[in-house]
T-cell receptor, first 113, second 115 residues
Framework: AQSVTQPDIHITVSEGASLELRCNYS??????LFWYVQSPGQGLQLLLK??????LVQGIKGFEAEFKRSQSSFNLRKPSVHWSDAAEYFC???????????FGAGTILRVKS | NAGVTQTPKFRVLKTGQSMTLLCAQD?????MYWYRQDPGMGLRLIHY???????AKGEVPDGYNVSRLKKQNFLLGLESAAPSQTSVYFC??????????????FGSGTRLTVV
């Protein structure tokens, strides 16, 4: 069965510092991987997705993620965090033809000034 | 463009009461989903639909029923609410089998409290 693990429940970074959020997945076939962001009281917004090809994918708001098949990881990164990035981030895995996503438990990002 | 609209946004129910959550999308998406979000557990799939008139169970279907009578609407029903159903409910939709557009569009959620 497919699963997603986000090892960090909370992360606090200083504004302007770099960020890496970890995501590990378990999936029997070629995974389709996603990162979503949820601001307080809001729905989830797609940051980026990976299907195939270049293992480094760019998303919105200056985020990027790198797919590493050997490590079953899809970590999210940002070189310089802004206070507005404070939110909860979810990694998800799915199959194109199954069209069901499995989500990780989420990582809450706090940004200190 | 509205995207995915959920109503109501907030609701308080007494144990044993029933209610229906409505999800409407205007993107002509084939697939629709209901998830619940609980602290520390991420989003868990309740039921989903791959087209008008079809529904299927997800990971946590017990205590819920769904209907998809029209392509644009996906209803989630609670027949006899229990405190364990206190949660934030999200509806999502997605187009079918198109890798370029694959990805969910989420509604803004319904916060349900059962007392």
């Amino acid at each position: 069965a497919q699963s997603v693990t986000q090892p960090d429940i909370h992360i606090t970074v200083s504004e302007g510092a770099s960020l890496e959020l970890r995501c590990n997945y378990s999936y029997g076939a070629t995974p389709y991987l996603f990162w979503y962001v949820q601001s307080p009281g809001q729905g989830l917004q797609l940051l980026l997705k990976y299907f195939s090809g270049d293992t480094l994918v760019q998303g919105i708001k200056g985020f990027e993620a790198e797919f590493k098949r050997s490590q079953s990881s899809f970590n999210l990164r940002k070189p310089s965090v802004h206070w507005s990035d404070a939110a909860e981030y979810f990694c998800a895995v799915g199959a194109l033809y199954g069209n069901k996503l499995v989500f990780g438990a989420g990582t809450i990002l706090r940004v200190k000034s | 463009n509205a995207g995915v609209t959920q109503t109501p946004k907030f609701r308080v129910l007494k144990t044993g009461q029933s209610m229906t959550l409505l999800c409407a999308q205007d993107m002509n998406h084939e697939y629709m989903y209901w998830y619940r979000q609980d602290p520390g557990m991420g989003l868990r799939l309740i039921h989903y639909s791959v087209g008008e008139g079809t529904t299927a169970k997800g990971e946590v279907p017990d205590g819920y029923n769904v209907s998809r009578l029209k392509k644009q609407n996906f209803l989630l029903g609670l027949e006899s609410a229990a405190p364990s159903q206190t949660s934030v409910y999200f509806c999502a939709s997605s187009p079918p089998r198109d890798r370029d557009s694959y990805g969910y569009t989420f509604g803004s959620g319904t916060r349900l409290t059962v007392v």
